[in-house]
């Protein structure tokens, strides 16, 4: 081998950086897979099958939590925290009330969805909605009502609340409208249509999934007995409907768009005069907080919210009699109740909590007062900062993937990152998705590196558009 024939020094050079670039990329590929293959074998938590379903803490009565995620459940716990009732038959489970008289008997709206070709889905996937009533201690279950419907895509009754001993209210997702029927013969007696009162340019894009309307409570006392609560998710609007006059337009709590009121909300429910109302308690999803908001002078006023560092997405909060409030987390994946000074002092890990009740407080926790009438004082993260758990472990204190996870939760909309949460697996969160990030860009450049020294070691030399004369 002659001098001539030897490497040059810059090659050398250029080869000894080459590697240590690609080792660089290996690392961080490696690293990042590691985190994520740890989370996915920790497996997270789930709640698909009784024998994984956690026991609760202890508390004074039931309680029962539904499910509409990846698996549709309903759980109920003894008040020693004991699960005494499981069933994941449907799809997916709603709204769920106690029998009045028989805290143990719930009454709920529940979805199948069906993937097979059947008499009643020529195409599918078809829906089959219904209202079921199922006994806690017997375990019998009995359909009140059904109706199937030939599509997927948000074809759920998210709700029904009984009227009486024949009627239910229902929040008819399908057709953006709600309806009272007679479970007995099956006659729908009155019918409202949300294109009636809202444009089909606003909410999301019409036919699909317009409205999203997934909550309905008919008023039993005071000045709105007999009204009907209506919560639109896509126009972030509660409304209010009479019977005879339709859209109480001057009760509407929000307006579309207006994210600093509300911001997709879930659940709302309504506090009569009694309890220190008018007040309205909803989870405020998108925006992560539980808000209540206070009928004055004949506007709504809010008058109390709670967040802590870990809450996203909730979608139901009920007012206890005794002045805690039950809130359902679901991308928080807990069920929890916190007590008038914000406060946790109860909680239950679920893997995508839709609903949760305490049986022996009444529909939706009907003799739970005001935070106005309680005197509650509002709570935000930074002041709740220790709640949600979760300590920090890495170098000096700080978590780079738990940064980049965090920063990737303030850059995307809330919609986008909830989605991506909830099409997931359990165990991803915002570090899993940090990780892959990385594990993606560190791909990219590495390939990116490897065309480029191609390209150089062949004599071809890349330019820029625009370079400074004399380059």
């Not at 337009?249 to 879930?266: A, I, M, P, R």
Request: charged share 25%; hydrophobic share 35%; net charge negative.
């Amino acid at each position: 081998m002659n001098a001539e024939s030897l490497p040059s020094i810059d090659r050398v050079r250029s080869e000894i950086t080459r590697n240590r670039l690609r080792a660089a990329f290996a690392v961080l590929i490696l690293i990042s897979a590691a985190v994520v293959a740890s989370a996915a074998a920790s497996g997270g938590l789930s709640t698909a099958s009784k024998e994984d379903v956690p026991n609760a803490p202890p508390t004074e009565n039931h309680t029962v939590v539904t499910e509409s995620g990846r698996a549709g459940t309903i759980t109920a716990y003894a008040p020693d925290g004991e699960v005494i009732y499981y069933n994941n038959t449907r799809t997916k489970y709603f709204d769920a009330d106690p029998v009045e008289g028989d805290p143990l008997t719930v009454e709920y709206a529940a979805t199948d969805t069906i993937h097979t070709e059947k008499p009643y889905c020529g195409s599918p996937p078809c829906t089959r909605n219904v209202i079921e009533r199922a006994n806690l201690t017997t375990g019998e279950v009995e359909v009140l009502y059904e109706r199937y419907d030939p599509n997927e895509l948000a074809a759920e009754w998210h709700d029904a609340d009984r009227i009486n001993e024949t009627h239910f209210v229902v929040a008819d997702m399908v057709h953006d409208q709600v309806f009272i029927v007679d479970t007995e013969t099956e006659i729908v007696d009155w019918l409202w249509d949300a294109q009636s009162d809202f444009p089909l340019e606003g909410g999301h894009e019409w036919p699909r999934d317009w409205a999203h309307i997934n909550d309905v409570e008919y008023i039993e006392e005071g000045q709105m007995e007999g009204r009907i609560m209506v919560s639109l998710r896509n126009q972030d609007q509660v409304v209010f409907l009479d019977q005879q006059q339709g859209l109480l337009e001057d009760w509407t709590l929000g307006s579309e768009n207006e994210y600093d009121v509300l911001n997709e909300q879930h659940n709302p429910d309504y506090i009569p005069e009694s309890q220190g109302g008018p007040a309205v308690l909803v989870a405020d999803s998108e925006n992560a907080q539980i808000k209540e908001f206070q009928r004055e002078d004949g506007e709504w006023n809010q008058t109390w919210v709670w967040e802590d560092d870990r809450i996203q997405w909730p979608r139901d909060a009920d007012r206890l009699p005794n002045g805690n409030t039950l809130i359902s987390d679901t991308h928080g994946n807990r069920v929890m109740e916190v007590n008038e000074s914000g406060a946790i002092v109860w909680q239950v890990g679920s893997s995508l909590p839709y609903e949760a009740e305490r049986l022996e407080t009444g529909d939706e926790s009907t003799s739970g007062e005001s935070a106005a009438a309680l005197g509650l004082e509002s709570r935000t993260a930074a002041e709740t900062g220790g709640d949600g758990g979760g300590g920090s472990d890495g170098l000096f204190g700080f978590e780079p993937l738990e940064f980049l996870g965090d920063l990737i939760e303030t850059i995307l909309p809330h919609r986008i990152y909830n989605g991506l949460l909830f099409v997931t697996p359990v165990w991803m969160g915002s570090s899993e998705f940090a990780a892959i990030g990385v594990a993606l860009l560190a791909g990219l450049a590495w390939a990116g590196s490897e065309i480029r020294w191609q390209l150089h070691d062949a004599g071809v030399r890349l330019r820029l558009p625009v370079y400074r004369q004399g380059d």
